[in-house]
């Protein structure tokens, strides 16, 4: 047998023993196999890894009489041809029914009920499962529309027989236009159905092919479908929590203005046919198609009328009312409410679909049904169903709702670094993966930190040991995805999949980096770099948005500096703003790039002064700069000053955006240190300039207040200390007193670094200049020691306790401030000297 260690010696008695029970175990399980395949056992059997199924079997159904077990033969598998003439007979069969008013005779519901497969006459077949097996075997809008007009066409002749109501016709007009009125007659459940595969079905839909009248069938079927499973949506709430059992229904008496009403029909098919196909409550699987359908209709309205449309927001209140009533369901059979009918029944391609559906129309409210949702698909027999594109997309819907769910990410990372399901995935999937983790991780990370977590999800209780776990696994995933891209995209090519993406794919995957704190050394980082090198050489044209995503993700993660591929995406950027290809550069684009290239390349002036040009280009624009904030504004001059670029006539223009009444009510104490810095460093580097002087003293007297706050940082009071010493503004000593104060606290010192501290003592001395003690004494009688000098003090010693770590030039400068504060002690100066 194979597997079994076959040796030249002879047996023991325990190996024979040992080789007769193998035997008979491999045959058992070859047995199983057979048996399993060809026939489903009428009895549940339990599987497990480590036992027999046989025994498990045996276990849970004991048969001490060895009674013969009962199989079921498995249904044949009917082709589509089939399907369709079972389903014609069937309706013909509905219209030689023999009807009397609000009745139908037993012996023609029986005989209805009993009809038989025209094509397997041992295995009956209702009308509901045909008419739907029809719509799901239709390969074209036609077919279903056929379907639909065969259903209509039966359902209101056995109406109007019961009502005595003359036959009415329904007409296509040359040009396809459907005229149907009656279509309601089909339910909300066949129309759901019909809906979703006239979308996938539809020839202007995902490049497929087919006649034009499918279009102009499909534009007259779905807005009527849309409507009757809207109708169905509304009315589901209502007919499941009135009790009404179906004997009920079928003792209504309908007249015959009430048997056209809509409310009234379907219990009229009910009275007359007892069929489920008519219910106005929605199974699973129709609640699964219409969140899917609904999703694609918004999706198609967005891309034709734009992202304001108040169809979408229509859609969404159907969405709102067919959670609610799918919760209803959950709670009616599910005291906890952990999973009911809808989860429980439907399969998870279908709970996936769902889920992807809220996720379009930002359904993140509906808390408890996306938990119920994720408990169910997190489970490894709902897992293991899905593939990577699935699996993908799972979690681009938790991430896209801003609701993580910590068995999502644990089960989907994990399935997703499986050998065969990520071969399977092409590079689009992989990215949208590692990016949709990214995003969980994220959100995670700011639920921890805020310990304010939505109620009724699994993330009250979060552990930080249960978030670094589930960041182990996200890291894993993105590690192991990352190195799938760099496998060839098929057996036949040596093209790796990486390069199937494009420049927006690769923004997205660099930022996903960052949150993962990915490795600038791995070689996915040098490909990717290459590969976009290559689409510009090869005249790809590149957002500039994407651009800006780009630098920054690269300067945070601390990649080396490539001076030629900077200047590449510098000057794409250039010549986007310049030909004004309908690429509107934002001011936050403009400020990442400029920021970004500020903090990776170190002489960025002299290298890329075409990035600059561009930068004065955009700001001298007044339209353009009125859309600045702030913290824009300030990052702007900011980037100049680095780059010694000295544009007066723009420092000019962003000096007086600073100085806008609106801009300086929103004006934060970091905006306003950090463009005072640059201002002054500007100013004061350049050639004497009185009038720049004069603005720069103007910028103090609008900003200084700003200052007089308690929620600096360390880098915003230095830097505004350095900028008034550097530009000799002494004309409110107050402000000046306040920064040395806020920053000579222990805590502020400790967070600080010495650059920072050693350039608040150097103009501490510098500041000390301005001090007049004949005129104080005069005035006041007496002379005080400014405020600022103590806190002085407190800088120098602090600078002495880590003099080891200091440079050559902030050891002069501290002597030279221990100088100017006439600090006379040879504990601090020995140390220094």
Known sequence: MKGIRRSKRPLRRSQKTLFLLSALLAFNDTLYKYTSSAFHLQTHVKRNRYQNPLTFAYNDNPN????????????????????????????????????????????????????????????????????????????????????????????????????????????????????????????????????????????????????????????????????????????SGSSSNSGSSISSRKALSLSEKEIYSFGNVNASMYQLLNMSSFNNQMTHISSANTFYALAKVCMLQKKKNGKSNNSASSLRILVQKMCSNVMKQEDGNNADGGGGIFVQRANPTLLLESLCALSTFRMSDEVQLLQCIGNRLKMGDATGKLNGSQLSLGLWAYASLERPHLGIIKSFSRRLRKKNVRKEMNCGEITRAVWAAGQCMKQLDLLVQDMASPSGTDVEALADEEVAALREESVIMAYTLSGELLQPASTTSDHKKLYGLNVNQIADLLRSYVLYEFDPSHPIIAEIIAHVQDRIANGDYIKTVDISRILWSLQRLRVPVDIQFVSTLVQSFSDNTQANNHDTCSPKTLNTILRSVALMVSDHGNCLPELYETASLLLSDAKYLSKCNEFECSNFIWSFSLARQYDKDLLLLLSNRMRDKKILSSCTPSSASRFLWSFANLVENEEEDLQMKEVLFEMFQALGGILLSTQLTPVDASSAMWAMAKSSYALDMGIFDHLAEVLAVDFMMETATLQQITEACWSCGKMITWEDPLREKIEYGDVKTPPYVKSGERFVNHLVSHCELLSAKDISQTMWAIGRLQIIDDSIISPLA
């Open 64 to 235: 001490p009489k060895k009674i013969k077990r009962k199989f079921i033969k498995a249904p044949p598998h009917r082709t589509r041809q089939e399907i369709r003439i079972d389903l014609q007979t069937q309706l013909l069969a509905l219209g030689e029914l023999k009807l009397h008013h609000h009745d139908i005779s037993d012996e023609h519901q029986q005989k209805f009920q009993t009809i038989p497969s025209e094509t397997n006459t041992d295995h009956l077949v209702n009308l509901e499962s045909n008419v739907l097996n029809s719509i799901w075997s239709s390969r074209t809008v036609s077919e279903v529309y056929d379907i639909l007009r065969r259903m209509v066409r039966t359902s209101k002749s056995l109406i109007n027989k019961v009502a005595n109501i003359a036959e009415d016709e329904i007409v296509i007009e040359e040009d396809g236009q459907l005229i149907c009125d009656d279509l309601q007659l089909v339910g909300p459940n066949i129309a759901a159905a019909a809906l979703r595969r006239i979308i996938d079905v539809r020839p202007d839909f995902n490049q497929r092919g087919g006649e034009k009248i499918d279009i102009l069938l499909a534009r007259s079927l779905m807005p009527k479908l849309v409507e009757i499973v809207g109708r169905g949506i509304m009315q």
